[in-house]
Antibody, heavy 122, light 106 residues
Framework: QVQLVQSGAEVKKPGASVKVSCKAS????????MHWVRQAPGQGLEWVAI????????GYAQKFRDRVTMTRDTSTSTLYLELSSLRSEDTAVYYC???????????????WGQGTLVTVSS | SYELTQPPSVSVSPGQTASITCSGD??????ASWYQHKPGQSPVLVIY???KRPSGIPERFSGSNSGNTATLTISGTQAMDEADYYC?????????FGGGTKLTVL
């Protein structure tokens, strides 16, 4: 069965960086695009980033483009999201999600990780 | 940037039909998907490609998308359906979520 298992909660100070991981199992890792979606406290879902595990090409939401990096390690079927220059507004639960599509670049998310809480506080 | 607009809240009595709308410019020209999100849990896909139900999602969940509006319909709503619901679509290789609708079953 498909599983996406994320790393544990993080507490960071403003200006620091955080790296969250998501280990995939139960399917061929390189066959599906992967995404990160976040939810700040009391807010809605927000799409952050996408990666093609087969090749490593990425795409980012405009608001994060200058301080986010999504990578993958195919040898361990693990995704990473690194966010730098953290501010209090980055406090959120970060989810990894597997993306499917029939029309190119119109994904839907069929499996989600359990979420990782990142808290940014001085 | 592209925006999707949902009503903040919808209320429904048990057994009745709930409809949640999602509006965006020419939304009907792209695929919409819907996610159910309960507190403390991960989101769950309930509708994809406008009207398709994933395996395991009850038949009472249905969807449509035309013009500028996508609609999630829950027929015979049950207490377990109380949750936040988000529509989602793509624009210029960017994922966009609606603001979410809190469905209350009372």
């Amino acid at each position: 069965q498909v599983q996406l298992v994320q790393s544990g909660a993080e507490v960071k100070k403003p200006g620091a960086s955080v790296k969250v991981s998501c280990k995939a199992s139960g399917y061929t890792f390189t066959s599906y695009y992967m995404h990160w979606v976040r939810q700040a406290p009391g807010q809605g879902l927000e799409w952050v980033a996408i990666i093609n595990p087969n090749g490593g090409s990425t795409g980012y939401a405009q608001k994060f483009r200058d301080r986010v990096t999504m990578t993958r390690d195919t040898s361990t079927s693990t995704l990473y999201l690194e966010l730098s220059s953290l501010r209090s507004e980055d406090t959120a639960v970060y989810y990894c999600a597997r993306g499917l599509y029939e029309v190119p670049n119109e994904f839907y998310f069929d499996y989600w990780g359990q979420g990782t809480l990142v808290t940014v506080s001085s | 940037s592209y925006e999707l607009t949902q009503p903040p809240s919808v209320s429904v009595s048990p057994g009745q039909t709930a409809s949640i709308t999602c509006s965006g410019d020419k939304l009907g020209d792209r695929y919409a998907s819907w996610y159910q999100h309960k507190p403390g849990q991960s989101p769950v896909l309930v509708i994809y490609q406008d009207s398709k139900r994933p395996s395991g999602i009850p038949e009472r969940f249905s969807g449509s998308n035309s013009g500028n509006t996508a609609t999630l319909t829950i027929s015979g709503t049950q207490a377990m359906d109380e949750a936040d619901y988000y529509c989602q679509a793509w624009d210029s290789n960017t994922g966009v979520f609606g603001g979410g609708t809190k469905l209350t079953v009372l």
